[in-house]
């Protein structure tokens, strides 16, 4: 076996999300097998002492990871504001940049436990780049909206298009298409992402009715909410991953269903003053809820724990004390993900992918019995010891040597440019970094 994680205590997240003390054996990027005292040669062993917790990797399902320069930087504003600001932002930013600020959002995410994110940006090749110097895997949905309205060079549906061809059969990322909301592009578009999408069997994204000023534009336009007008359309369905989703009635909770799945993003939605997801509505409905931190601008950090926690608190605020339990809160992290992106990881089985986030409470006796309370509601970052993704360990009690280097020259490079004007490409150096 290439690794073994021993003597954890492991959330599983099986069909009967069982937990229990034992090892996982992991060979070849995949989980081999669960077990108590698994015996035989391993390359590694990472010894957990019968305390720390072993927890599928958690899954950001909405972000836009290079803009981490913009971390801390905007305050008491709401989604119009954020959008002008953030364009500006946009319009100056370089391939090279999108790859180094990449570089630092991919490492703040490996530093959380998180071991698969869906980026929701344009110059996604750079993005790409910056998986693959770190070993790391991701699913990149290209952005498209009306030429009008965009800030990228070229047109976004050719640039989507030629991205998702040029990704085929990658090991490390899987393409998708994203349309940038209602608000910024026409049914055209949208039909036209759909149609490419189709094509090239991949699947799409799209904001959806985060602010009542986006339903309200629809309406005048449409006659109808965001959700229908999608769902008139053909664009609700099951290769969907649809974002945000606050200001739905709850019969477009049902129709909401119809998708692979929905992002809760509760901080941003919070922080933008946008409003609160009906998230137990969309449960109720059957729909397949997820998590999503989106951008560090509208967020200020890319945690999933911080995420867990803060969307379960605040759906009892709405909903009452038995609105969403915790188990509930982890399965929308890990394995509703999964099942969203079809990724097949999401649990602690064998077969299934190797992605598995170590942590280490401070005190196992306070744990003991109420692991899935202690995820949700008590753990944080420096409770992560170790991040596992396709059985490569990527973070243990800190950063390999190559990683290091990597963020510090990223760190370099982002405050040189600060209040510059971006310029240049990428390197062959990064283009072919692995």
């Known amino acids: 076996m290439d690794l073994l994680v ?13 937990i229990g003390r034992g090892d996982i054996a992991i060979s070849d990027g995949k989980i081999e097998k669960v077990g108590s005292r698994l015996k035989g040669p391993s390359h590694r062993t990472i010894e957990c002492g019968g305390r720390m917790l072993a927890v599928p990797g958690f899954i950001n399902t909405h972000c836009h990871i290079p803009m981490s320069p913009l971390k801390g930087m905007l305050d008491c504003v709401g ?33 959380g436990g998180i071991t698969d994110f869906v980026d929701f940006y344009y110059d996604e090749d750079a993005v ?26 070229g047109d976004p549906i050719s640039n989507a298009e030629r991205f998702v061809k040029s990704v085929a059969g990658n090991k490390s990322v899987e393409p998708m298409i ?8 026409g049914k055209e578009t949208y039909s036209t992402a759909l149609d490419i999408a189709k094509e090239n069997g991949v699947m799409t994204t799209t904001h959806i009715s985060e602010t009542q000023q986006e339903v309200k534009e629809c309406k005048k336009r449409y006659r109808t909410t965001p959700v229908g007008f999608l769902d008139r359309i053909g664009f609700l369905n099951k290769r969907l991953l649809a974002a945000h989703c606050v200001w739905i009635k709850r019969k477009e909770a049902a129709l909401l269903s119809k998708c692979a799945g929905v992002s809760y993003n509760p901080t941003s939605n919070m922080k933008l003053s946008s409003g609160v997801s009906p998230i137990m509505d969309l449960v109720e409905q059957g729909a397949n809820v997820t998590l999503g931190t989106d951008s560090v601008a509208s967020n200020d950090s890319l945690s999933m724990l911080n995420e867990m926690k803060y969307g379960n608190l605040v759906q009892r605020i709405c909903r009452g004390s038995y609105a969403l339990t915790a188990q509930q809160t982890l399965d929308f992290a890990t394995l509703n993900a999964s099942i969203a ?20 409470p401070e005190s196992f006796q306070g744990v003991k019995g109420r ?6 509601y008590s753990a944080g970052r420096d409770n992560v010891v170790a991040t596992i993704v396709n059985g490569n360990v990527l973070y ?12 510090k020259k990223a760190e370099r490079y982002l405050e040189a440019k600060k209040g510059n004007k971006s310029s240049g490409s990428l390197s062959k150096e990064q283009r072919e970094s692995k």
């Open 178 to 185: 994203a349309v940038q909301g209602v608000y910024a592009a």
């Open 371 to 376: 692991e899935i309370n202690w995820i949700v």
């Open 341 to 360: 992106l079809g990724s097949g990881a999401g649990s602690i089985e064998a077969g299934r992918p190797a992605d598995i986030a170590i942590l280490s």
């Open 6 to 18: 021993k003597d954890a205590i492991i959330v599983t997240q099986n069909r009967e999300r069982s």
């Open 396 to 407: 243990y009690n800190g950063f390999n040597e190559k990683a290091r280097a990597l963020g």
């Open 79 to 111: 989604l119009e504001e954020f959008l002008s600001a953030t364009s500006d932002f946009d319009r100056r930013n370089s391939k090279e940049s999108v790859y180094y600020s990449s570089i630092l959002g991919i490492m703040e995410m490996i530093r």
């Open 128 to 153: 790409k780049a910056a998986v693959e110097a770190l070993s790391y895997k991701a699913h990149l949905a290209w952005v498209t909206l009306d030429r009008d309205k965009t800030t990228q060079r």
